[in-house]
């Protein structure tokens, strides 16, 4: 295998994981939240239990990874792996193997109210050809009750589901919360198999609920929170960069061949690679720039963000990551956009900006120029009546001690305008 192909296929291999396209190579600080909130997905399928639980935390805390993670793990073990019953379909791909079990997934930023979610349900089981409801163009009071009648009309040995509702404190903002409450009665009742796992960065999700949907739900709560030890931080920061085998992996047409144990190039190549990540950690310079991320925010996706540009110059000449490229990604992270825009304005155009910005605080939509210029004649004479140090700066600016411009009308228009394209 090429060197070039190698470089490209790790490229694209971090830059999934950077981008959380992919799961990390390992959890680190999840464990526990992992282990319980697999155990409750793999009693819904093993046992037929319905239950429910909420998963909370901070935005970039693992909480949709944790889930991926599990449902992973489970359509490994639960994906059937019988190749008797497709010995006379031999064209039948791995991918359209059945599971045991199916996954609904709601997100309530798309979702926007309840017809929309029991639409995407209804979509979705129609899809797995457990029912054929998502065929239907009926309205919302017909759908739900058609929809809970068929969910209650299973057993334990029906098909578990799994529904995992992403930004939950959105769906408990939907009037009367008729959906809430109708998944988490029929995961209450015991009949269909079913598992609701919400998924929110609101702590106060549950004081969203009506008491109606409180008693319906198990009150299982799991939280994540940012990496609270500096050495947690950097073993997930490392492992976002560090590559596996199984990262090397060629797609093709028909199948997707991994990498050999024999190819003694790709094998290298992986052990250099990670020898180079590891050097990186543990340079000085760099280790500054990651202890400064994880002092202000301890936000795993600010170091990811760092990391797109080395990422991205990997090429067949540079195949490895560099300490250099990532001071330079680090200048550029710091750099305030909005600092950058005001370089080079004059003290006459900051204050026309702030003269709009004061009519814009009024509410003021749509002015022009004269409008701002007395606005910024009210405010130049105020500043010369209080005595305070924007008389010099008036004074500086050809000003009267009336507060009016000297300069002529045109040169403030053309820096009123410059001033409303910064703006």
Known sequence: MALEELVSLAKTAISARLAERSLPVALVGLEEQYKKVLGLMR?????GESNSCLILGPRGTGKTMLVRQALQELEKQFRISNQDEYDDHDDMELDDKRKDFMVIHLNGLVQTDDRMALKEIMRQLSREGESELGESNTSFSDSLPSLLTFLKAGTRAQYPIIFILDEFDLFAQHTKQSLLYNLFDVAQ?????IAVIGVTCRMDALELLEKRVKSRFSHRHYYTFPPGDYHDYIDICKNALLLTPADLAIQTDDEVMLLRTDNREAEAFIKEFN????ILFEDGGFSKVVQRIFDLMKDVRAFYRLCFGPV?????DSPYLQTSQFY????QQRVDNKTELLKGTSLLELSLLIAIKHLVEREVITFNFEMVYDEYKDFMDMAVVRGTSMSSSASSLGM???GSIASSDGVSLRLYKKAVALK
């Open 400 to 402: 009267s001690s009336g």
């Open 43 to 47: 009693r819904t399928i093993e046992t």
């Open 275 to 278: 020898e180079q990540v590891k």
């Open 312 to 316: 991205a110059e990997l090429s067949k």
């Open 189 to 193: 009742s015991a009949e269909w198999p």
């Open 328 to 331: 330079e990604s680090g200048l």
